[in-house]
């Protein structure tokens, strides 16, 4: 079965560091870039930006370049999103997704809840 | 960046009716890769159609998509019970860096 398994729900404070991951199976994972999608609560889909982990490739979406890191380790077929300093603002679900060429962003990962707050 | 308006932003309806959701894009969508994602409350979202018109995988064939350039609609022929959510245009035809969500279309029991 082709999966995205997502690390699970953080609770953490202004200023903490976070690392969240994106594991996936039944598939070829280096060959399929991995996007980064954002839902604060109660609002809807922003995309983040994205990776191809074969080369490690990475695009931002210019309203999160800067604020995120995006990275992979096709070794362990998983990709990963981190904050160095995070924010209230951050509080939200993160969704992992993979693409391949025209067919848009097909399998998604259960999502990540990350909540900050002090 | 292209900006993608959804309309309307509430649909309400009963089960057996015909749904139609629009996505209007600020310029033109490059190859019409415009795909359409279906969210339920505390579900991960699900797509529907890419490329403007072609169905994913397992996805009944009450769902259609169509339309070119910068105007799409998401059709639901006949409305069931489980078809009752949000709706999500997003275009991934420009750049990797800009890829655009429109703002949700829900559609509601009525």
């Known amino acids: 079965e082709v999966q995205l398994v997502q690390s699970g729900a953080e609770v953490k404070k202004p200023g903490e560091s976070l690392k969240i991951s994106c594991t996936g199976s039944?598939?070829?994972?280096?060959?399929?870039?991995i996007a980064w999608v954002r839902q604060m609560p109660g609002k809807g889909l922003e995309y983040m930006g994205i990776?191809?982990?074969?080369?490690?490739?990475?695009k931002y979406t210019p309203s999160f370049e800067g604020q995120v890191t995006i990275s992979a380790d096709k070794s362990i077929s998983t990709a990963y999103l981190q904050w160095s300093s995070l924010k209230a603002s951050d509080t939200a679900m993160y969704y992992c997704?993979?693409?391949?060429?025209?067919?848009?962003?097909?399998?998604w990962g259960q999502g990540a809840m990350v909540a900050v707050s002090s | 960046e292209i900006v993608l308006a959804q309309s309307p932003k509430t649909l309400s309806l009963s089960p057996g009716e015909r749904a139609t959701l629009s996505c209007r894009a600020s310029?033109?969508?490059?190859?019409?890769?415009l795909a359409w994602y279906q969210q339920k409350p505390g579900q991960t979202p699900r797509l529907l159609i890419y490329?403007?018109?072609s169905r994913a995988t397992g996805i009944p064939d009450r769902f259609s998509g169509s339309g070119s350039g910068t105007d799409f609609t998401l059709t639901i022929s006949r409305l069931e019970p489980e078809d009752f959510a949000v709706y999500y245009c997003q275009q991934y035809g420009s750049s990797l860096r800009t890829w655009t969500f429109g703002q949700g279309s829900k559609v509601e029991i009525k």
């Open positions: 310029q033109s969508v490059s190859g019409n890769y």
């Open positions: 997704a993979r693409q391949l060429g025209s067919t848009a962003l097909d399998i």
């Open positions: 990776i191809y982990p074969g080369d490690s490739d990475t």
């Open positions: 490329g403007a018109s």
């Open positions: 039944g598939y070829s994972f280096a060959t399929y870039w």
